[in-house]
Structure formats: C-alpha cells, structure tokens
C-alpha cells in the first residue's frame, strides 16, 4: 500500500503545481490506503474531501517537488485529526481519580484495567481496581490474578451483587484506602445491546467518573465507527483506549474513533502482558495508517526540503531590498532550527571567523531583536521605513517589549543600514562589517 501511495505521488512529481488535474489521483491512492487500514468509509470521504481543500488552497513552494509538497499535507492532516499530541489520563483535584472502563466483550477492558494500574504505578500513582462484571465468574478471578501480578489491590463483591452498587462500594472504599485513582472494569456483551449500555448509564451516573474510557479492539476495523458513535452517544466517552496494535492491522480505527466521538485516544495496548500499554502518539499513528515507517522517511524528507528551498529564498531576499523585519524574524527562527549562528554567517559572503564570545553575544541581541520585532504590528514588520520615521511608533515598540526606545531606534537603524550593505553587497561591493546585532 505504500508502494501504490508512492506510485501515486511519483506521477504528481514532475508538474510543477498542485492542481485538481493532477491530484486526483493521489487523492485516490490516499482513499485506497485509508481503506486499507479500515479507516470507516464515511471518516476516508471527509478526510479526503479536506486533504482536498487543502492542498489546492497550498501556497506551492517553488522549487519543492509538489508530490512532496502533497504528502506532507496529507500526513499533516491526519496528524491534525488524530489530535496532535498525547493526551494524558484524567486527574482529579480531589482523591480519588475515578476512571469508567467500557467496551465490547473480548477487546481488553479486564487487561487494560490492569495495565493502566501499572502505569499508574510508574507515576508513583495507586489504584484501586474494581470488579463489576458478575455475568463470568471467571471474570473477577481474572482481574484478582491481573491485580496480584502487579501488586495493586482489587475490590469485588462475588457474582450475587449488583453491579451498580459493586461500583458505588468500590469508590468509597478508593477514599477509604487514600488511594488517588479507581479503576472500574465492567462487563461487556459480544454486540451493543441495551442491558449493558443501561448498566453502564447507571454505574457512571452513580460514580460520576472523571474518565470514561471506550476500549476498541483494533481489529474491529470498519465497526470501531459505529461503536464509538453509540458508546458516546448513550454514555459519553472522554477518551480511548486502542488494544492489539500489536496484530497486523494499520490502526485506522483510531482516525475513526477520533473523528466520530472527538474524543482522545489516550493509550494503546500492543499485548497480553500487563506491561504492553504505550501512550497514544498521533504522528506515529498516521506513518503507521499511511503503511508502516517508510512515509515517516518521506516526510522528514519533504520537511528537508522544504526548509532548504526556504533558506534559499530567503537569502535571495536578503540581497534585495524587499528584506524586511518579517523576513528577519523568520530568518532567525530557521538559524534556530540550524542550530547555531555560526552555520549561518558562514553563508554570508564577506564574514570573517567570529570568536565564541562574538557569537554568544550576537545570540543575545538577535533575542532582543526578536522580542523587539514581536512588538511590531505587522504593517511596520514589512515596512520598517515607518519605523524610521515616526518616533512615537518606536516608542510604542519599546513600550511592547520593555526595551528602551534608544534599543528600537538603534535596531531600526541597524537594520536599515544592514539591508542597503547586503544590496551592495549583492552588487559585487566588499563593504566592511555590517553593524547588524549579532551580526
Ligand atoms: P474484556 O472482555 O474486554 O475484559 O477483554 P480481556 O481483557 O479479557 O481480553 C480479551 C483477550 O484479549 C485476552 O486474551 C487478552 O489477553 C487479549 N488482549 C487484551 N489486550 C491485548 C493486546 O493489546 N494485544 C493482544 N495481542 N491481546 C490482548
Ligand atoms: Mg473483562
């Protein structure tokens, strides 16, 4: 599958603009391999009407191969949808954490309920864990074993007793024991049916958890959208849990999950052991949607390049007079990402050997230039010619940034005079230094 993404994106290469032309094509591949991955159909028409949008709205970067340019936007995108960072679990400001598992029977909700206790753990977290599921005997021994395994205690009431009261006396006994967080697993049915969703609405209305946490088997593929719509319907749900990522199976359960309940996937589950449980990472789940670590190396190529015709620009720029601060501010954000200022002034025509202190202290300057800039309305960033002229907009710069208006007069100066050097400059002059802080 991400040959025939690949395939797809080498037949955009070679044009030289993203256009409805040329990317329908693409756009198909991307359908196919969301399929692929069981993302549900609905979730893959969206998401590609919005990579769509997308990228025939991209500014196209000259320069910048356009099928790298597409698969960025594509692997942004799901990124963007699967909500970009991690999303930790739930902690409430009064002991105890109460967390509500929930789910289909056979997805993980037992192991899973262990497995986070041992996370918990690992973050010098206790829990307690609690045993609702009375329709399997075999299911409370379960999680009494789970529990010894791992040290952590578990409160149960034997088949007889109603679930919804196992749950209310599991939560006192959470405040009784001072521990912060109580984990309730429940029973589930193999398909949605209304006795378990009742059941749940009852332990949760009676527990009021901080965290609701659907388990999603994987594997179910194209379901995982229907499930999650009635489980967050009928109950509400405040995140996810995705076990047995450690199958074969792409994952695109997850955009669905998200994309359908809006909720965060929180973990993943990728074993039987009780140590098998990783937080959830977007962006590692889009280069496994995608198929599997190779988009992950297209990416980072693309943002190579990218970032490499962009310095290219902007030192084409930089030898015109339509250099503004704007432009400064940018170039100085990508000497970050270089790493240091040394790399950079080596680029510059004319620039002799700079000493460490030199350097440390042009670091410094470009700092407060940049926080002077940072108080700049846009108008004056691309015109700094307004700066020149007008005292009382210096002043109110240096007002912004707590510099003194003598700081804003001498970078607007500098600047000034920086930029006609470097037009010289461009015109074959040799001038001297150009007196540009840190420059
Ligand atoms: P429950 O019915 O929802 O409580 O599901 P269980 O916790 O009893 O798990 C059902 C089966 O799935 C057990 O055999 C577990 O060992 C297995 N299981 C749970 N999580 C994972 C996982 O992340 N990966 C794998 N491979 N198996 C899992
Ligand atoms: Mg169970």
Redesign the pocket.
């Known amino acids: 599958l991400a040959e025939s993404l690949e395939d797809a994106w080498k037949k955009l290469r070679g044009q030289d603009k993203i256009r409805e032309s040329n990317i329908q094509e693409a756009l198909r591949e991307v359908r196919r391999a969301l399929l692929g991955a069981d993302v549900n159909l609905q979730v893959v028409k969206d998401f590609v009407a919005e990579v769509e949008t997308k990228a025939l709205g991209a500014d196209v970067i000259a320069g910048v191969r356009p099928d790298q340019q597409f698969i960025k936007i594509v692997y942004d995108q799901l990124v963007e949808v699967m909500g970009e960072t991690n999303v930790p679990l739930a902690k409430a400001e009064t002991s105890p954490t109460v967390v509500l598992m929930a789910?289909l029977?056979?997805?993980?909700?037992?192991?899973?309920t262990a497995k986070l206790a041992l996370h918990l753990q690992k973050l010098e977290r206790r829990a307690l864990l609690v045993a609702t599921d009375v329709y399997r005997p075999a299911?409370i021994d379960?999680l009494v074993t789970l529990g010894q395994q791992i040290n952590v205690p578990v409160f149960a009431m034997g088949t007889d007793a109603d679930p919804v009261e196992i749950a209310r006396q599991g939560v006192e006994k959470a405040k009784e024991m001072g521990v912060d967080t109580v984990i309730i697993?429940t029973a589930?049915r193999l398909q949605i049916d209304e006795n378990m969703m009742g059941e749940l609405a009852r332990i949760k209305e009676i527990v009021q958890p901080h965290e609701t946490l659907l388990?999603v088997d994987a594997m179910t593929g194209q379901e995982a959208a229907n499930l999650t719509r009635t489980f967050h319907e009928q109950i509400g749900i405040t995140g996810a849990i995705l076990?047995?990522?450690?199958?074969d199976t792409r994952g695109g359960a997850a955009l669905s999950v998200r994309r359908i309940s809006g909720q965060p996937i929180k973990f993943v589950?990728?074993?039987?052991k009780v140590e098998?449980l990783q937080p959830f990472y977007p962006d590692r789940m889009a280069s496994r949607i995608l198929g599997m670590g190779d988009v992950l190396t297209l990416v980072e190529k693309a943002q190579e390049e990218i970032d490499l015709v962009d310095a290219a620009k902007m030192q084409e720029k930089m030898m015109s007079a339509k250099f503004d601060f704007t432009d400064f501010l940018k170039q100085m954000r990508l000497l970050k990402n270089m790493g240091s200022l040394g790399g950079m002034l080596k680029m510059i025509p004319g620039m002799g050997k700079l000493s460490n202190e030199q350097l440390s202290q042009g670091e410094t300057q470009l700092k407060r230039a940049e926080s002077m800039i940072n108080s700049m309305t846009k108008e004056e960033r691309g015109n700094p010619d307004l700066l020149s002229s007008s005292p009382s907009r210096r002043r109110r710069v240096a007002r912004g940034c707590g510099y003194g208006e003598s700081d804003v007069s001498k970078l607007v100066s500098d600047f000034t005079k920086m930029r006609s050097l470097m037009q010289q400059m461009s015109q074959g002059a040799m001038p001297s230094m150009p007196g540009m802080p840190g420059l």
Not at 105 to 112: E, H, I, R, S, W
Not at 243 to 247: E, N, R, V, Y
């Open positions: 789910g029977q056979g997805t993980g909700k037992t192991t899973a299911a379960q697993d589930g388990v076990t047995k990522l450690d199958g589950g990728v074993g039987e098998a």
